[in-house]
């Protein structure tokens, strides 16, 4: 903001003067020097940019341009267009960093979440320090008002949350004692002590802020575009400058006629409403993303995601809620407690089935009792308890393994628990379509992308029920990670592919497809850093939601592209045919980029 100040003030001094000199025409001395202070004030940084672009050998730029022709117009005695060619270019440089910090700050206070303070209790104490002293297992409280610090778990208290920061939902969030909590979130009435799960650095709200801030680092194509049109545009124009200078000087036309038709042509060669709309288009687009609760990691994704024609669901987690229940325990022998030796052995285990076990069982475990040996991702777990070695595992695991065991046909995830020498039972564990899955399918059809699979290490019977209830034709069961890697990196060959995914064994998946969606609240830390783009919401709905923000983009920056060509284009005619003049180019070049710009925050309100 002390950059714009210093501007504005620079713009009103140098305006200041140049009405001045209208007083002082009389006085010749005094009316040129006084224009020439009112010019110096405002183009001394442009001077100052120019040469430090020269020696980074950037010939061709709008400060460049900008120099070439007022100095030239100074030349020719055409002293007022001078100061005002500089001073409009100035008025919309300055308008120009408003419209992109307004859109910086919108998503810098969107993105507010972390707290520089966190209330530690020690000793029956509290103590106020920086978060970034807190570690993991640390207790703090949370008073009504405050942003909660860290991810954690709540110990004691009750509270209802506004989650509108990192979900984009409105409506607050009620939280008891044993519930997650996110750091971000907005505590608004109860107070809460808090187990913290993260440090500062490896919290949500770091994480997210992170990612925002260098969400605008890469280049999408058709920026980078620009950026070669304007390298080859602009000294193209220079060229024609000098050639309508001289060809027609050679056949009798005044030279100042002639170079003044000539400044035209440089004024106008300025891509300002490319160089700022462009860029300036694709944030408002990641800035409306995250409005939704919808964060995408850059703007080159963004682009890419309005040319999507192929959608890979992971199913639990994605399509299902992930929210697993045991609904059977079924033992061979009464006398086998199966639940208690299977929430024991997989107590360790941070699969969503294996933790569904656990609080199932609802009993205290004795870890000092459990040894896991090994755990196969997709397969199952070899683990020892009191002594005795137990196999938890779907049928592919029991019979790599060679245990006997019955197996058994129904709906719902089957785990089958069974020693070396005795096959004990098995548990049924079932999972539940997410409400919106279906209506999501059928908007994504409507749009036009009806490539969309499931892939699944679930059994053949569970993905097809799945697949039928939301209305998807295409899938793959019983499928181990590695053979999901190869399926969706063969897809990536031909189609542009979404991989939407929430387990750590998804993250190498997201890394071959063409885009990768995580799920941001029950995805793990490595699938949410892996992939392209977060739905805080864990709500496929929003994927939808995110591809007409990202083709409303990349419509309005193609509008404002043509646009801006088509007007220079016909500028650089009347200029060549002696009807425009300096003033008229400035206006136009200003007046373009300006319109570009409020087109651009279209984005930000329009309903889609």
């Known amino acids: 903001m002390k950059k714009l100040n210093s501007d504005f003030v620079k713009i009103i001094i140098s305006t200041f003067f140049f009405l001045l000199s209208f007083l002082l025409q009389k006085y010749s001395f005094l009316y040129l020097i006084t224009l020439l202070f009112s010019y110096l004030i405002v183009s001394f940084e442009i001077y100052v940019h120019a040469l430090h672009n020269l020696k980074e050998g950037e010939f061709f730029d709008e400060n460049i341009l900008m120099i070439l022709a007022t100095i030239g117009a100074f030349f020719i005695g055409e002293y007022v267009e001078a100061v005002v060619v500089i001073l409009l270019f100035q008025i919309g440089e300055y308008l120009s960093d408003m419209a992109v910090d307004h859109t910086k700050n919108s998503i810098t206070k969107l993105m507010d979440l972390r707290s520089d303070t966190i209330h530690l209790l020690q000793k029956n ?34 509270s209802n949350l506004d989650t509108s920061s990192l979900t984009g939902e409105s409506i607050p969030c009620y939280k008891k004692s044993g519930d997650s909590v996110l750091s971000g979130m907005l505590n608004l009435t109860g107070v809460l002590t808090v187990e913290a799960t993260s440090t500062y650095e490896t919290s949500t709200a770091s994480k997210i802020v992170n990612l925002m801030e260098h969400s605008n680092d890469k280049k999408t194509q058709t920026e980078k575009f620009i950026t070669k049109f304007s390298k080859i545009y602009t000294p193209i124009v220079v060229i024609l400058a000098i050639l309508i200078t001289f060809i027609p000087f050679f056949f009798g036309s005044s030279f100042s006629h002639n170079f003044y038709h000539a400044l035209v042509f440089l004024v106008m060669s300025c891509p300002c409403a490319l160089v700022i709309s462009v860029p300036l288009g694709f944030f408002q687009g990641i800035g409306r993303c995250s409005k939704e609760g919808i964060l995408i990691k850059g703007s080159n994704e963004l682009d890419i995601l309005s040319t999507i024609d192929t959608i890979v669901f992971d199913k639990t987690g994605t399509i299902t809620e992930g929210n697993f229940q045991v609904t059977e325990v079924c033992p061979v022998s ?33 870890s000092k009792k459990v040894q896991v040996l090994k755990e196969e991702s997709g397969k199952g777990m070899k683990a020892n308890y009191q002594d005795q070695i137990y196999y938890l595992g779907n049928e592919k695991f029991l019979n790599e393994n060679q245990i006997s065991f019955s197996p058994v046909n129904k709906v719902g995830t089957i785990v089958y628990i069974a020693t070396k020498e005795k096959y004990l039972g098995y548990i049924v564990i079932s999972d539940k379509v997410k409400e919106n899955a279906k209506l999501t399918i059928t908007q994504l059809r409507k749009m036009g992308i009806s490539n969309l699979l499931i892939l699944s290490g679930d059994r053949e019977e569970i993905v097809a029920n799945i697949a039928k209830k ?102 650089l005619l009347l200029a060549l045919l002696g009807f425009s003049s300096i003033w008229m180019a400035i206006l136009a070049d200003v007046g373009v980029t300006l319109l570009s710009i409020v087109h651009t925050f279209i984005i930000r309100i329009k309903k889609l």
């Open 125 to 158: 104490q509290i103590h106020t320090v920086g978060t970034e002293k807190a570690k993991i297992h640390d207790l703090f409280q949370v008073k009504p008002g405050e942003r909660i610090p860290l991810d954690g778990m709540i110990q004691d208290g009750e």
């Open 334 to 366: 009464k006398e086998t407690n199966l639940l208690k030796i299977a929430a024991s052995c997989e107590s360790f285990s941070n699969h969503p089935i294996a933790k569904s076990i656990v609080a199932a069982y609802k009993q205290k475990i004795d």
């Open 470 to 571: 939301v209305g998807i034709t295409n899938y793959s069961a019983s499928l181990l990670p590695q053979d999901k890697l190869e399926k969706v990196k063969v897809l990536s060959k031909d189609h542009r592919v979404i991989f939407v995914g929430d387990g750590m064994n998804d993250a190498p998946t997201m890394k071959v497809a063409t885009l990768g969606v995580a799920m941001g609240g029950i995805g793990s830390d490595i699938t949410i850093e892996a992939s392209d783009i977060v739905l805080m919401k864990d709500d496929i709905s929003m994927i939808p939601k995110a591809i007409q923000i990202s083709k409303f983009t990349k419509k309005v920056v193609s509008y404002n592209i043509f646009f801006a060509l088509t007007i220079k284009i016909i500028v």
